[in-house]
Nanobody
Framework: QVQLVESGGGLVQAGGSLRLSCAAA????????MTWYRQAPGKQRELVAT???????NYADSVRGRFTISRDNAKNTVCLQMNSLKPEDAAVYYC?????????????WGEGTLVTVSS
């Protein structure tokens, strides 16, 4: 079985920081890009940041300069360092990856971790 497990969400004041982590577990052969999405109440899920296996990154305009995505290919983990948080960053954050494993190649989503930002 392959799964993505997120951690690190919580409550933070505006201007504060949080670090999210996502670990891919299972009999994994290869992970392509790893991506963080978020979904706020009443809104569509949106891409926050993505990182390729080679380390190339891309960010949503709304978080560029404040968030940093990184990954450890040896540990199959991806992190999202979130600084200067704003109330509009509050959402459930989801980790996503396309993974090739003993089960074949498919998309995987984590269950999500809640980020709350108080003003």
């Amino acid at each position: 079985q392959v799964q993505l497990v997120e951690s690190g969400g919580g409550l933070v004041q505006a201007g504060g920081s949080l670090r999210l982590s996502c670990a891919a577990a299972g009999n994994i052969f290869r992970i392509n890009a790893m991506t963080w999405y978020r979904q706020a109440p009443g809104k569509q899920r949106e891409l926050v940041a993505t990182i390729t296996s080679g380390g190339s990154t891309n960010y949503a305009d709304s978080v560029r300069g404040r968030f940093t995505i990184s990954r450890d290919n040896a540990k199959n983990t991806v992190c999202l360092q979130m600084n200067s948080l704003k109330p509009e960053d509050a959402a459930v954050y989801y980790c996503y990856a396309h993974i090739r494993s003993i089960l074949g190649s498919r998309d995987y989503w984590g269950e999500g971790t809640l980020v709350t930002v108080s003003s």
